[in-house]
């Protein structure tokens, strides 16, 4: 009995770290958040701030025709991913759902 203590040990230990690995957020895989943009604004300015968007699930009234994004689905933090775009006709064209 006391020769399998070691290499049970062993096993249990890899599996835990497997585990743990696999729940670190920002170590492996990434986690996608759906934001919604609260304002009526077009303006690159008022896009990029991270107070005019709120975490939700997908949301209703959004459609992909629109002039004003609607959700954007990203894996980075909120604020890089909408610091990342140059101008407000790209970070439209990026949006997940528009609306008008």
Same mark, same amino acid.
């Given at each position: ?12 230990? +890899?599996?835990? %770290?497997?585990?743990?690995?696999? *729940? ?6 990434? !986690?996608? #958040? ?21 975490? +939700?699930?997908? %949301?209703?009234?959004?459609?992909? *025709? ?6 954007? !689905?990203? #894996? ?25």
């Amino acid at each position: 009995m006391k020769k399998f203590k070691f290499p049970l040990l062993a096993a249990l230990l +890899v599996a835990a %770290a497997g585990v743990f690995a696999f *729940t670190l957020p920002g170590k492996t895989g990434k !986690t996608f #958040s759906t934001y919604h943009y609260t304002s009526n604004s077009t303006s690159l300015e008022e896009m990029q701030k991270v107070e005019n968007w709120e975490g +939700v699930s997908p %949301a209703e009234g959004c459609d992909v *025709t629109g002039a004003i994004p609607c959700t954007i !689905t990203t #894996s980075e933090d909120l604020q890089e991913y909408l610091d990342s775009f140059e101008s407000a006709g790209n970070l439209i064209n990026a949006a997940s759902t528009r609306r008008d």
